[in-house]
């Protein structure tokens, strides 16, 4: 079974940055579709960017567009979230997940939680002066 760990989180004040890690054991990602999601408390679970199995697509919150850049590296079998300018509404537990993607899926990604299998266990990110 496909498990990931994410970190990387932590404190940062207004209009910094941080950089997520979610690694991957036990399986290689080049096979799955990637997505990192965040929590806060007493709010859903939101979407906050995917990527394609493949790499060719990305999608993003209206909130985080030009802020947040989601990336892979397969060899490493890492996906990463590089976060600019946060924000205190930017606080959250994020999570990444996975699922495995076969064609013709393989260039779209979404971010609806219910379409993933594999879920690492969370990083806390808190945005605060």
């Known amino acids: 079974q496909l498990q990931l760990v994410e970190s990387g989180g932590g404190l940062v004040q207004p209009g910094g940055s941080l950089r997520l890690s979610c690694a991957a054991s036990g399986f290689t990602l080049q096979s799955y579709t990637i997505a990192w999601f965040r929590q806060a408390p007493g709010k859903e679970r939101e979407g906050v960017s995917c990527i394609s199995r493949d790499g060719s697509s990305t999608n993003y919150v209206d909130s985080v567009k030009g802020r947040f850049t989601i990336s892979r590296d397969n060899a490493q079998n890492t996906v990463f979230l590089q976060m600019n300018s946060l924000k205190p509404e930017d606080t959250a537990m994020y999570y990444c997940?996975?699922?495995?993607?076969?064609?013709?899926?393989?260039?779209?990604?979404?971010?609806?939680?219910?379409?993933?299998?594999?879920w690492g266990q969370g990083t806390q990110v808190t945005v605060s002066s």
């Open positions: 997940a996975a699922v495995r993607r076969i064609p013709p899926f393989q260039s779209t990604c979404d971010m609806n939680p219910s379409a993933y299998s594999n």
